[in-house]
């Protein structure tokens, strides 16, 4: 049975249940695939036939396990986070984002691939539209228009591939016209510049619980296809040297602190597609490892960030400031976060990050070893040191008084905390769920001083420039400039102005048509219309004239003469 099945069936379930049960609830399903888990063996296939082909909702190997165990993990602990909400739309929306991206993961063909990744697209939105808000509702909408722009690119190149193949089999692609559609496809999800725009413009606009289900899903799935579908293709890993500093840019221009961790989605992902690009099983396993440790610590991280926004009502760095004493547990779980997303040892990030810059200095890529070096050092500054200092530790903003933290929240943020730590003191418990099995051990004395340095002179460059650190609200230009004001424009050409000509031929087409029928009902009185009867003046309702049903019967006639003549000759 596949894992995807108990969020599903979860989700039909969940709103009829009394509404008090339903956050209780919706932990269920997790944990059911959480057992459905430990039960599958790799090499497990069930197939279906259909239409002539075989369809295989369910392949079952180390690769796949590895994303299952994470994203249903994940999954349960976001469900932790959200036992305060009472918002059913909400809880059967996150059941089925969780659910699909489980159904992706386990797709051994394609056409099953394409259904769950439409159910991720659909179902994902309404995390963000649910925050109810203006900003939300239109960055939700340019979410949405994307990946449904994704979702026909990927139908697109799964129907050229099986032209060009004649099979469906979700396996790696050798090339082709239609392996290119799909890699564009998958590439749009895991937010390859420039096609990335959609995540920091969307996930921010989430609501608080929302935004941390949105943090572990779709670009991580997207990773998975690409591990699937295209390892060691080198594109990839030029792509993915150059996500991980094109976000780190960003972040350090960003006020809003959920945008920041955003773009650093951005950045964490390219540590991920270079893995993938490198290829071979090294390449593999650092690029998936990298995924596993990133969900936790990204959550933990959009936890902790929620948490701030949910006590303030502000995500404005500009507006907070002096909340360390009244936030101190979110502050600390934070920093469990951001020393793992940084690399720092012993946390999770050091053993997944450490693996993956083996796997490129084995491949012999010093350039792309420098960038992921240089990003990590972009990121210890932005996340580990900037934006904890201007939430917590800055000026006192103007930030209102704060709400509390409800229980369930710090308990999420506390499991999630522990497994960072777990993982980074015992990596064999990460290495063991990898596609292929390794004997890596990251904590040598060489590595651990490499890494320490590397922050030290980080943070100590951070001190000297500290009276100058701040930050102030702006708007960051990014590639969704391109189809957020230039597309209006020319919405308005390509769609209005033909909709207010097709409006004006509408109207004046109307008219004629009502003028006609006057005229074929009463071509008498059409005529006379302002003019006089033989009685005096002219009333439609004492006149009546059978000249236009006579009219009507002989254009009948007539247009059923032609379409006899149209069928026999």
Do not use: C
């Not at 239409?51 to 909702?57: A, E, H, Q, S």
């Not at 920091?200 to 929302?210: C, S």
């Not at 201007?390 to 905390?417: D, E, H, K, V, Y």
């Amino acid at each position: 049975m596949s894992p995807a099945l108990p969020f599903l069936v979860g989700a039909l379930a969940l709103p009829l249940l009394p509404r008090g049960l339903r956050p209780w609830a919706s932990l269920l399903p997790p944990l059911a695939a959480l057992a459905l888990l430990a039960a599958l063996q790799p090499g497990t296939v069930f197939s279906l036939p259909f239409l002539g082909v075989d369809l295989v909702p369910l392949r079952v190997d180390r690769l796949a396990l590895g994303f299952g165990w994470v994203f249903t993990l994940f999954a349960f602990l976001a469900g932790v986070y959200a036992l305060h909400l009472r918002d059913t739309g909400q809880q059967v929306a996150a059941l089925l984002y969780a659910g699909s991206a489980l159904g992706v993961v386990f797709a051994g063909d394609l056409f099953t691939l394409l259904v769950f990744w439409e159910g991720m697209a659909l179902s994902s939105v309404w995390l963000i539209w649910a925050r109810g808000t203006r900003r939300a509702r239109e960055a939700g909408t340019r979410y949405l228009f994307v990946h449904l722009t994704g979702g026909a690119l990927l139908l697109g190149g799964v129907l050229l591939h099986y032209g060009e193949r004649g099979s469906l089999a979700f396996e790696p692609f050798s090339g082709g016209v239609g392996a290119v559609l799909v890699l564009l496809a998958f590439a749009i999800n895991a937010a390859i510049p420039p096609l990335h725009a959609w995540l920091p413009d969307a996930y921010p606009e989430g609501t608080v619980t929302g935004s941390v289900f949105l943090s572990a899903f779709t670009t991580k799935a997207a990773v998975y296809t690409l591990a699937r579908g295209f390892p060691g293709w080198e594109v990839l890993l030029w792509a993915g040297a150059a996500m991980a500093i094109y976000g780190v840019v960003y972040v350090m221009v960003e006020d809003d602190i959920r945008r920041v961790l955003s773009f650093h989605i951005v950045s964490q992902v390219g540590y991920m597609v270079a893995g993938v690009g490198l290829g071979g099983e090294w390449g593999v396993n650092g690029g998936t490892g990298h995924a596993f440790t990133h969900i936790l610590y990204k959550g933990l991280l959009f936890m902790a960030t929620g948490a701030v926004l949910h006590a303030t009502g502000w995500s404005s760095m500009s507006r907070l400031g002096g909340l360390w004493r009244a936030l101190r547990t979110p502050l600390l779980l934070y920093l469990v976060g951001a020393l793992a997303i940084s690399g720092v040892p012993p946390f999770s990030g050091f053993v997944s990050k450490t693996l993956l810059l083996h796997a490129a200095e084995k491949a012999h890529q010093g350039l792309v070893v420098l960038l992921l070096n240089l990003a990590a050092v972009g990121t210890f500054l932005s996340l580990t040191l900037k934006l904890p200092f201007l939430t917590w530790f800055g000026p006192r903003g103007s930030a209102g008084p704060l709400r509390p933290i409800p229980w369930n929240m710090t308990a999420a943020m506390a499991l999630t905390a522990l497994l960072n730590i777990v993982l980074g003191v015992y990596p064999p418990l990460l290495y063991a769920l990898l596609p292929h099995p390794i004997a890596f051990q990251p904590y040598t004395a060489a590595k651990v001083t490499d890494t320490l340095l590397l922050l030290l002179f980080t943070g100590l460059g951070f001190l000297f420039l500290l009276p100058k650190v701040k930050s102030e609200p702006a708007v960051t230009l990014d590639t969704d400039w391109f189809y957020r004001h230039p597309g209006r424009v020319l919405a308005g050409w390509v769609v209005l102005a033909p909709n207010r000509l097709f409006g004006q031929v509408e109207g004046l087409t109307l008219r004629l048509v009502r003028l006609l029928g006057r005229a074929a009902a009463d071509p008498v009185g059409f005529l006379l219309a302002g003019g006089r009867g033989p009685t005096g003046p002219y009333d439609p309702d004492r006149y009546r004239s059978p000249v236009g049903v006579m009219a009507l019967v002989v254009v009948a006639a007539f247009v059923a003469l032609i379409s006899w003549l149209l069928v026999h000759l």
